[in-house]
């Protein structure tokens, strides 16, 4: 089993707040993820990270943004959240090999009012 | 263009027979790697099969197995001896080479969601 953790679970919040989905693994994993997917649809990546103080945005064009000052920990941030946001967000991270499969946390199912 | 097509939006099986998910994918790289994951209602992703493009045998793992044509394109899932616990979405996924070197993403297809009928 992969021990990586993703809070909240599910979130409802107004439009304008501020948010921060968390993400943690402690598997020591170099390489990390932050995907959306919308209900029944495919993944899209949003962010990823080499390592520690390496981010980069990914295929999909995100208003929010991600850190990584510690290998454990990838949180992912929308300064001001507005319905387009709705979604459901998966974290993911990776030993870094070729054949390495993605290892998912069980995702954050956020919904903006 | 599509990278990873998975043209079945939903599939149905009886209980105790075999199905077969199909996914095909579109790549210049010579080596990459096909990746099965399985999404249940819950919504986590759960890896099932692993195959890589140089790989001679088609990957096996209990009842999953992944028949890959390279020529073709396609690496299909077959889960053979179908339970009800396999009702969920699955997803076809690929790494490329250009992307193993720009942080080892996977790129998914759109999924087919299976329902395992008693």
């Known amino acids: 089993e992969a021990d990586i953790y993703q809070t909240p679970r599910y979130l409802v919040i107004g439009t304008g707040k501020k948010i921060t989905l968390e993400c943690s693994q402690t598997m020591g994993h170099d390489k990390m993820y932050w995907y959306q997917q919308d209900p029944g649809m495919e993944l899209h990546l949003i962010h990823y990270?080499?390592?520690?103080?390496?981010?980069e945005k990914g295929d999909l064009s995100s208003e929010s943004t991600v850190s990584r000052i510690r290998t454990e920990h990838f949180p992912l941030t929308l300064e001001s959240a507005r319905p387009s946001h709705t979604s459901q967000y998966l974290c993911a991270s990776s030993v870094g090999g070729y054949n390495s499969p993605l290892h998912f946390g069980n995702g954050t199912r956020l919904t903006v009012t | 263009a599509q990278k990873i097509t998975q043209t079945q939006p939903g599939m149905f099986v009886q209980e105790k027979e075999a199905v077969t998910l199909d996914c095909t994918y579109d790549?210049?790289?010579?080596?990459?790697?096909l990746f099965w994951y399985k999404q249940p209602s819950s919504g986590e992703m759960i890896f099932l099969i692993y195959q890589g493009s140089y790989d001679e045998q088609n990957a096996t793992e209990g009842r999953y197995s992944l028949n890959f044509q390279k020529a073709r394109k396609s690496a299909n899932l077959v889960i053979s001896a179908s339970q009800l616990g396999d009702s969920a979405m699955y997803f076809c996924a690929m790494r490329e080479l250009t992307n193993y070197n720009q942080g080892g993403k996977l790129i998914f297809g759109q999924g087919t969601e299976l329902s395992v009928k008693p």
């Open positions: 790549t210049s790289d010579q080596s990459y790697g």
């Open positions: 990270s080499y390592g520690v103080n390496s981010t």
